[in-house]
């Protein structure tokens, strides 16, 4: 005895979850999670002279965000390491930590906000 079953509206679940793709690898959507992560950065690195902290920054490459410092925070690297004559004061380890959750939770709502439109909520 065959059984068959028929699949109605593939096509549309198929388009749907493209859509729905295409919107979470959006720059757009992964910007406000990345402004959280730069946030909690500036938020911890150390501030003497608030050249590090200025110059933080979230930059676009290709379909990527990134978040970092520009030539000026050079230094940043050595404060988070740490040198032969400095002891470590790590910032961006403790603000990925820290954001981690939020950032993702600000990205989900993007990617929910594509969801509940291309599922008709």
Do not use: C
């Not at 490459?61 to 740490?82: A, H, N, P, V």
């Not at 910032?91 to 509940?116: H, Y």
């Amino acid at each position: 005895m065959t059984q068959r079953v028929r699949l109605v509206g593939a096509e549309r679940i198929e388009t749907n979850l493209l859509a729905i793709g295409r919107t979470a690898e959006n720059i757009a959507t992964l910007r406000p999670g990345a402004q959280i992560l730069k946030t909690e950065m500036q938020n911890r690195v150390p501030k003497d002279t608030f050249q590090l902290h200025d110059s933080i920054d979230i930059r676009q490459k290709g379909s990527r965000l990134e978040i970092g410092t520009d030539d000026e925070g050079f230094y940043g690297y050595f404060l988070e390491r740490g040198t032969s004559k400095m002891a470590a004061q790590p910032w961006v380890a403790p603000s990925v930590d820290a954001g981690r959750a939020r950032a993702v939770a600000a990205i989900g709502r993007k990617v929910g906000v594509k969801v509940d439109q291309v599922w008709g909520r």
